[in-house]
């Protein structure tokens, strides 16, 4: 089975704090995602990478950076965390095969930014 | 960005009862798939039906794809209580090769009453 683990399931930073949220699969996937996750808004795309070093933004990726060094791990960066950055953050991952993608996500990360 | 909206929001059934979830969307796909999530975890991959397909079945579950009216449908039957969960469908753009993952709709929350 794909696994997909997050660092923390809970954490509080406080505003202006620099945040890593690490994820890691073991499943040697090329692809990996940032998701955000809010009530009422669903998932949104921060940033995705489909291979090492590479990334790509997605729908909302102000105030995010990510860093990919190597295949397993993916990582997010909030460079000053702000309140509006308390969220749910999911990780995924997924291995493209004939143009179909399904995704294996982690556990979540919930961030709360005081 | 968003492209799914499911239909209810919010569904409350009892146990035995079935339990259908519906989807729209609004460009062209190469595949249109439903995730579950459990109350603060990750997303789990439920089940896909490509573009090119109708009516699929997974064990308690049956998915409709109508690409002429850009919709899906969820039909999960037999409910029970470990179906409490949110309900997500997510589409994937066929110009994307499989590499710049999916968009996910806002979810239908199901609860199953015992």
């Known amino acids: 089975d794909v696994k997909v683990t997050q660092s923390s399931r809970y954490l509080v930073k406080r505003t202006g704090e620099k945040v890593f949220l690490e994820c890691v699969q073991d499943?040697?996937?090329?692809?990996m995602f940032w998701y955000r996750q809010d009530p009422g808004l669903g998932l949104r795309l921060i940033y995705f990478?489909?291979?090492?070093?590479?990334?790509e933004k997605g729908d909302i990726p102000e105030g995010y950076s990510v860093s990919r060094e190597k295949k397993e791990r993916f990582s997010l960066i909030l460079e000053s965390a702000s309140t509006n950055q308390t969220s749910m953050y999911l990780c995924a991952s997924s291995r493209p095969g004939q143009g179909i993608e399904t995704q294996y996500f982690g556990p979540g990360t919930r961030l709360l930014v005081l | 960005s968003q492209q799914g909206e499911e239909d209810p929001q919010a569904l409350s059934i009892q146990e035995g009862e079935n339990a259908t979830m519906n989807c729209s969307y609004k460009t062209s796909i190469n595949n249109l798939q439903w995730y579950r999530q459990n109350s603060g975890r990750g997303l789990v991959h439920l089940i896909l039906i490509r573009s090119n397909e109708r009516e699929k079945h997974s064990g308690r579950l049956r998915v409709t794809l109508d690409t002429s009216k850009k919709s899906s449908s969820l039909l999960i039957t037999a409910s029970r209580a470990a179906d409490t969960a949110s309900y997500f469908c997510a589409t994937q753009d066929p110009s994307g090769g499989g590499a710049d993952g999916l968009t996910f709709g806002k979810g239908t929350h199901l609860i199953i009453q015992p």
């Open positions: 990478s489909y291979d090492v070093k590479m990334k």
């Open positions: 499943m040697d996937h090329e692809n």
